[in-house]
Nanobody
Framework: QVQLVESGGGLGQAGGSLRLSCTAS????????LGWFRQAPGKERELVAR????????YYADFVKGRFTISRDNAKNTVYLQMNSLKPEDTAVYYC?????????????????WGQGTQVTVSS
C-alpha cells in the first residue's frame, strides 16, 4: 500500500509561483501513474495534471495549461507540481493521487491512493 505526503502549499500572490511536492512510500513508485487534483470550497474535485509511470507523457487541464508543470523523480519517489502565473481561482486544496492504472483519469477508481491534501491560497 502506498502512502502519499504532500508539501509545499501555502499562500501565494497572483502572478507568483508555488511548487508542490508529493513523496510516496510503501510501494513500487515507478509502477504508478500519478496526478494532482484540487478541490475548492463548494466545488467538486477536479483533475489538474497527470503523468505517466515513466514520466514521458503528461496531461493538463485547460485551466492550468501553460502555467503548471507536473514532473516526477522516480529515484526520489516524488512527484512535483510547479505552479506559475498563479490566479486567485487556483485557490484550493491540492491532492496527490497514485494509481496502478496506465492512465489516471479524472474520475479515478476507489483503488486510487490519495495524499492528505495541501492548501493553496492565492491572493489578488
Amino acid at each position: 500500500q502506498v502512502q502519499l505526503v504532500e508539501s509545499g502549499g501555502g499562500l501565494g500572490q497572483a502572478g507568483g509561483s508555488l511548487r508542490l511536492s508529493c513523496t510516496a512510500s510503501g510501494g513500487a513508485f515507478e509502477s504508478y501513474s500519478l496526478g494532482w487534483f484540487r478541490q475548492a470550497p463548494g466545488k467538486e474535485r477536479e483533475l489538474v495534471a497527470r503523468i505517466s509511470r515513466s514520466g514521458s507523457s503528461t496531461y493538463y487541464a485547460d485551466f492550468v495549461k501553460g502555467r503548471f508543470t507536473i514532473s516526477r523523480d522516480n529515484a526520489k519517489n516524488t512527484v512535483y507540481l510547479q505552479m506559475n502565473s498563479l490566479k486567485p481561482e487556483d485557490t484550493a486544496v491540492y491532492y496527490c493521487a497514485a494509481s496502478r492504472l496506465v492512465v489516471l483519469t479524472s474520475t479515478p477508481p476507489e483503488s486510487t491512493y490519495w495524499g492528505q491534501g495541501t492548501q493553496v491560497t492565492v491572493s489578488s
